[in-house]
């Protein structure tokens, strides 16, 4: 598959623009007009730019508001559409895009319209230049992907071809069968982006909240199929408009950009082969795909994980972890042989401690690191390295068991480990040596679930690393209310529960008494969560061990009731301990938090019955008691 982005994508000059793509492996790019206007380049000097980068220029785009006007309106046009052809011609390029009119439409006439586009085809035609015709989703007589073709059709010209925009498309639940039908001769140009679902007028929609595959919500997969069952063969090219893209580092967006399409061709792959036509030939090809003009790759299929292996957390002074830990009852299983790392235990709950420099922006202690269990490291992590996630190899020594590693966006590592049907861990023979007395036994847990907040600027990046890279499958996002804004939450998971990753787009705290000039800006919270047999059992020991718990207004306790007619000695229990409760039809889930410490706190929790989610109802008095916490006269970051 041929792979092209618009560079209306990217932040920065369209030389940069160029750079990044050409970094991040596009095989081409759509050079938008404004770009071209904007730039000190000129266009033999961009020419031969794209030549030495390795770049196709693939369509220059757009054309607006052609079609559909008066005799006199419509000679403009055409002087305006022969200035671009030439300006075409310089550039080395043979696609333009021409969107259906939306301005300056006055006459709803087909017939007009198609001759029209046939004397716009045919000056194109004089210049060796090809129309690729657009239906824009809001277009004021033409709105409709078919009905463009349609036009397309009766013009019958061979510079006039349509143009395929998955937005205009999906955004208006277009039925995309159709395009099977359609002569690969015809169709032009690929256009994709993704979109999260969201009611307001389309033109706002698609203006700032496009993002790029598998970052929204649109079947693009599915879209894909058609496309290659016409017989397609063309460039598959990212149009998407992003506030937050287009602010971004270009070079970071780039390469987030060619690991959508990456992505995207592997599941449309997967789509024609579980939707194959019953007349298929099992012999043609893999699983019995069907051979098509356009030939999708796919990557190295990998099982979802298993579970946690471990969490790992960096402190220059441990101390205050160490404390926590022990108090919530975790056992200390001593310290790396060759490395400044300590092991803590509870069950096949595992967290390291590095006392390593942190290495990470905002105060520590920081989550640094996840360790997740899957079949085949080696395979796994060529996959993510296939999908442009960076390597993150840690130093071994020979008889040391060797992590398969690479960086999320946020610069949390992920290294995956060859899990054990037991649970245990082959590493955590590396710990302990000489340790006086042995650990003992204690009550079973597990990881549950890691909260990790993200960058405003990476979070939809994020959501698509996680999927393609490690198989979690999203959860539509929740926003939860903080007396800093609301908080963006979206989890992701594996489909048996094994592996809750939740990502959270929160608001950045400010100290009070600092100046607006001086002002210290810090990372959200983020959180490890152990799922324990019995959390009251958990609470009353670490309570006793001197644990500080995240203390619980009594005001929560007055609702809880309300709500839930608990039964007196139970809600008592819960007031004492400062535990959090909530039920649904299917279960009931108990949790506590502990005091934050750096920029880390953990949770405990138990899930009865059940029960699949995270306490929500109880998220905003989380975040006020912590905000309160946090703002104390005196305390320091």
Request: hydrophobic content about 40%; glycine content about 8%; charged content about 25%.
């Amino acid at each position: 598959m041929r792979t092209g982005i618009a560079t209306v994508c990217l932040s920065g000059t369209l030389k940069e623009k160029m750079q990044a793509c050409a970094i991040a492996g596009f095989d081409g790019i759509e050079i938008f007009e404004q770009d071209l206007v904007t730039s000190s380049l000129s266009p033999e000097d961009i020419r031969k730019m794209a030549a030495d980068l390795g770049l196709t220029l693939d369509l220059y785009q757009p054309f607006r508001d052609f079609d559909s006007v008066p005799e006199d309106l419509l000679a403009a046009n055409l002087r305006r559409a022969e200035a671009k052809f030439k300006l075409m011609s310089r550039l080395g390029m043979d696609t333009i895009l021409v969107c259906t009119n939306v301005g300056t439409a006055t006459i709803d006439d087909d017939s007009l319209r198609a001759e029209q586009l046939a004397r716009l085809a045919g000056l194109a035609g004089d210049h060796g230049v090809k129309v690729a015709y657009e239906a824009l989703a809001w277009g004021k007589y033409v709105n409709d992907y078919e009905h463009a073709h349609r036009l397309v059709q009766t013009v019958d010209h061979p510079n006039l071809g349509t143009c395929l925009d998955s937005f205009h498309i999906l955004s208006r639940d277009w039925d995309t069968t159709p395009i099977e039908g359609f002569s690969a001769d015809k169709i032009f140009f690929v256009q994709v982006a993704d979109a999260p679902k969201l009611s307001m007028d389309v033109l706002s929609w698609s203006r700032h909240y496009r993002v790029f595959p598998g970052e929204g919500q649109f079947e693009l997969a599915k879209f894909m199929g058609h496309v290659v069952r016409a017989g397609y063969t063309g460039p598959v090219s990212l149009e998407v408009f992003n506030d937050v893209f287009r602010q971004s580092d270009v070079e970071r967006t780039a390469v987030d950009a060619m690991r959508s399409l990456i992505w995207l061709e592997e599941q449309s792959a997967k789509w024609l082969d579980a939707n194959a036509p019953a007349s298929a030939d099992p012999a043609a090809g893999t699983a019995g795909r069907r051979r098509y003009p356009m030939e999708l790759a796919t990557l190295p299929q990998v099982a979802e994980p298993a579970g946690f292996n471990f969490a790992e957390v960096k402190a220059t002074d441990p101390a205050g972890l160490e404390k926590v830990l022990g108090q919530l009852g975790f056992e200390f299983n001593g310290r790396h042989r060759t490395k400044d790392v300590q092991l803590w235990s509870m069950g096949h709950a595992r967290v390291i401690i590095n006392e390593q420099d942190p290495g990470v922006t905002g105060p520590a202690p920081a989550i640094a690191a996840l360790g997740f269990d899957v079949d085949s490291p080696v395979i796994a992590a060529a996959r993510a390295q296939q999908l442009k996630a960076p390597a993150v190899p840690r130093k071994s020594q020979a008889d040391e068991e060797v992590f398969q590693g690479f960086a999320a966006p946020d610069s949390t590592e992920v290294f995956l480990c060859q899990g054990s049907p037991d649970g245990t861990a082959a590493w955590t023979r590396e710990f302990g040596e000489g340790l006086e007395v042995p650990p003992a036994g204690g009550q079973n847990a597990v990881i549950d679930h890691v909260n990790l907040a993200q960058p405003w600027q990476h979070f939809d990046e994020a959501v698509l690393f996680y999927t393609s890279a490690l198989a979690l499958e999203p959860q539509p996002f929740a926003e939860v209310p903080s007396p800093s804004g609301l908080v963006r939450s979206q989890v992701m998971l594996t489909a048996d529960r094994a592996v809750r990753l939740v990502l959270n787009l929160a608001p950045v705290i400010q100290q009070d008494g600092a100046d607006s000039g001086t002002a210290h800006r810090k990372t959200y919270q983020e959180h490890i969560a152990f799922a324990v047999d019995d959390l009251v059992e958990t609470a009353r020991g670490a309570r006793d061990r001197g644990l500080d718990f995240l203390q619980i207004p009594a005001n929560y306790y007055e609702d809880l009731d309300a709500r839930f007619d608990l039964d007196p000695a139970f809600l008592a229990t819960l007031r004492e301990l400062n535990l959090l409760y909530d039920r649904d039809a299917d279960g009931e889930f108990l949790h506590f938090y502990t005091a934050t410490i750096g920029s880390v706190f953990f949770e405990m929790v138990e899930r009865r019955g059940g029960y699949d989610g995270y306490g929500a109802p109880n998220a905003p008095v989380r975040h006020a008691v912590q905000y309160d916490h946090l703002h104390q006269p005196g305390r320091s970051t």
